[in-house]
Nanobody, 115 residues
Framework: QVQLVESGGGLVQPGGSLRLSCTAS????????MGWYRQAPGKQRELVAR???????NYADSVKGRFTISRDNAKNTVYLQMNSLKPEDTAVYYC?????????WGQGTQVTVSS
């Protein structure tokens, strides 16, 4: 059984930075895609960034140039470095892992960007 535990959310002022972490327990492989999604109130959950095999990355257009996803395969951990945060980045951020047996989600961590 795979479990994902997220950390790093919080309240930050516009222009500030946060780093989210997500650690997976259980048997996973470096080729298993991991990513971050977010869901703002009244909106659908959307992809923020995804990393495959620790090398290939995809980003939503709204975060390109501001967010960076990375992965430490030895620690089964994926990170999301978020810089130049904007109020519209406010959402619950969810970690995501895709394996042969299905898709796993973290519990979510709140990110609030406000002055």
């Amino acid at each position: 059984q795979v479990q994902l535990v997220e950390s790093g959310g919080g309240l930050v002022q516009p222009g500030g930075s946060l780093r989210l972490s997500c650690t997976a327990s259980g048997k996973i492989l470096s080729i298993n895609p991991m990513g971050w999604y977010r869901q703002a109130p009244g909106k659908q959950r959307e992809l923020v960034a995804r990393i495959i095999s620790g090398i290939i990355t995809n980003y939503a257009d709204s975060v390109k140039g501001r967010f960076t996803i990375s992965r430490d395969n030895a620690k089964n951990t994926v990170y999301l470095q978020m810089n130049s945060l904007k109020p519209e980045d406010t959402a619950v951020y969810y970690c995501n892992l895709l394996v042969d047996t299905g898709i796993y989600w973290g519990q979510g961590t709140q990110v609030t960007v406000s002055s």
